[in-house]
């Protein structure tokens, strides 16, 4: 399963425009924000100052400084400390109150980075918005004499035109700030949520991989469950078979029956093939009607199921190979104990695959297997002696040489050991130990 990259694809080109677009339209609505504000500074600070009687140069001086303080909103993004301490420069010369309310605003609604991070706590913001109420109160009463003398002419009390001062100091600082922080909340809210959206999906992206792949890797165990018992079926099976026709065909001129008792077994082994693979087929064939997933089918298939050959039957495995002509000697020790059936059936298909393997390869060979329970489980060994090319050897049957690997894999698969290898004496020896364990 692949995940489509951020900003790839028509989803993730048509987000890239959105980002692109939204910051230009930011950055258009910043610039004529700052060139408002800077105007109003400059035009403001100018005024004040040839009110006073100041000279030109000191005029123009004034409404640089403005103009520079209102620039300052260029970087209110970034930096939005910076246009609350302009205007807290400029309210003195009567100019900076729009920038003052914008430069409130972005400090409450845009988290600063650095130093200026600790002046977004609510405490700092209070503290800031008081000190611009008492610096705009203070402002306005001290020009109440020259700005308000004809209301003081006309009987108007001076604290009515103070308290008209300070609540326009509040509107002026508390609104803008209170919206900014408003603001700042809901957007880190969005954000929160956006991060947590983004996170959730990549998680659940995560874990669709995570179970494709299981999925994918049951799939896999199950194909190489299903092959290994298709090949131990199949291949002991087909070599008795191939063993007996031999001996027929050997004998059935000679001794009609000898020749009548092999096509006995032929027809038993071949009816006891079709069993087995009966039952395998009919568990394949039972998830494929049901229209299982394929999650669910390699679940059910992975299953072992209870009935099958175990230990119980080795006597008369045995038996077959005695009947094939092998010289085959069994041995049972130990205290019989309860195993579960999945060790029960993997036992008996290491004796049935080793079996084949004498039958195919040393056919002529003495053989002996021993099955010994001991305090950690059950120990399985068989081994033949060095085949002597007697008469009764059995053609050169063909090999897939999985026989040892499947062996292999249902011991470990179980916790269990395998060795095969050759003797010292010539001959072929298979050994497995597998845990003991109570059956379900």
């Avoid at 790839?8 to 890239?16: C, K, M, Q, Y």
Wanted: proline share 4%; hydrophobic share 45%; charged share 20%.
């Amino acid at each position: 399963m692949s995940m489509a990259t951020p900003g790839v694809g028509a989803d993730g080109t048509a987000g890239l425009w959105t980002r692109l677009w939204s910051r230009r339209r930011s950055m258009w609505f910043d610039l004529a924000v700052t060139v408002v504000a800077a105007a109003e500074c400059a035009g403001s600070a100018a005024n004040f100052a040839s009110k006073q009687g100041v000279s030109l140069p000191g005029v123009v001086l004034l409404g640089v400084f403005g103009l520079l303080a209102g620039g300052t909103l260029l970087v209110r993004r970034r930096w939005p400390l910076l246009p609350v301490a302009a205007a807290l420069a400029t309210i003195p010369l009567q100019a900076g109150y729009m920038l003052l309310m914008v430069g409130l605003y972005t400090l409450g609604a845009y988290r600063p980075e650095g130093v200026a991070r600790r002046f977004t706590e609510r405490r700092a913001m209070s503290l800031l918005c008081a000190v611009a109420i008492a610096e705009t109160t203070v402002v306005s009463a001290l020009t109440i004499g020259t700005q308000q003398a004809e209301a003081l002419k006309q009987g108007v009390p001076w604290y009515a035109l103070l308290i008209m001062s300070v609540l326009v100091a509040v509107g002026i600082t508390v609104a803008p700030t209170m919206l900014g922080l408003y603001i700042g909340a809901r957007r880190r809210l969005w954000e929160t949520l956006s991060e947590r959206a983004e996170g959730l999906e990549t998680e659940l992206a995560l874990l669709a991989e995570q179970a494709t792949e299981r999925a994918r890797r049951a799939r896999m165990e199950e194909r190489t469950r299903i092959a290994r018992e298709m090949h131990d079926v199949v291949a002991h099976r087909v070599s008795l078979l191939v063993v007996h026709a031999g001996a027929l065909e050997r004998v059935v001129h000679r001794d009609a029956d000898r020749a009548a008792e092999s096509a006995r077994l032929m027809a038993d082994i071949g009816r006891q093939a079709l069993d087995e693979l009966r039952q395998i087929l009919g568990v394949l064939r039972t998830v494929e009607t049901d229209a299982v997933s394929g999650e669910v089918a390699a679940a059910v298939l992975a299953v072992p199921s209870s009935d099958g050959p175990g230990l119980a039957d080795v006597p008369r495995l045995v038996d077959e190979s005695r009947a094939a002509g092998l010289r085959v000697r069994l041995t049972v020790g130990g205290a019989r104990r309860a195993l579960s059936a999945e060790t029960e059936r993997t036992a008996y298909r290491v004796v049935q695959e080793a079996l084949t393997n004498v039958l195919k390869h040393a056919g002529s060979a003495d053989a002996e297997v021993v099955v010994a329970y001991v305090p950690g489980g059950v120990v399985l060994a068989v081994s033949n002696s060095c085949p002597n090319g007697g008469g009764d050897a059995p053609r050169e049957l063909p090999s897939g040489g999985n026989g040892l690997v499947g062996m292999r894999e249902r011991c470990t698969a179980l916790g269990g050991t395998f060795e095969a290898g050759p003797t010292g004496e010539g001959g072929f020896r298979v050994e497995a130990r597998l845990a003991a364990a109570k059956a379900p």
